[in-house]
């Protein structure tokens, strides 16, 4: 099993920054590979794609939406998975969620193949 807890949320206004930080546990989560992802889900919308991480970190990708403001990282050593979030706009205002799917380098997107989620942390961004 993979227990994830999130932190690091919190307001903000529009054009600040926040850190979430994304803590994994498990035996699971030690001995085997997981890529790594955040998703948001905002009142009324589905739970959106907003960027993974490979096991090695060497594999990267974000949605267009949080591109070149977002920055996934990870210490597996620690057992942690950061996002950085720059230049928050109020649409990123959501509960942002990491989850974790026991692949090396799983290159999808959709949220319902990832198998372990934390609790989720909340955004808000003022204007």
């Known amino acids: 099993q993979v227990q994830l807890v999130e932190s690091g949320g919190g307001l903000v206004q529009a054009g600040g920054s926040l850190r979430l930080s994304c803590a994994a546990s498990?035996?699971?989560?030690?001995?085997?590979?997981?890529?790594v992802g955040w998703f948001r889900q905002a009142p009324g919308k589905e739970r959106e794609f907003v960027a993974r991480i490979s096991w090695s970190g060497s594999s990267r990708y974000y949605a267009d939406s949080v591109k070149d403001r977002f920055t996934i990282s990870r210490d597996n050593a620690k057992m942690m998975v950061l996002l950085q979030m720059n230049r928050l706009k109020p649409e990123d205002m959501a509960v942002y969620y990491c989850?974790?799917?026991?692949?090396?380098?799983?290159?999808?997107?959709?949220?319902?193949?990832?198998?372990?989620w934390g609790q989720g942390t909340q955004v808000t961004v003022s204007s």
């Open positions: 989850a974790a799917v026991r692949q090396a380098d799983y290159s999808g997107s959709d949220y319902t193949d990832y198998d372990y």
């Open positions: 498990g035996d699971s989560f030690i001995y085997y590979p997981h890529t």
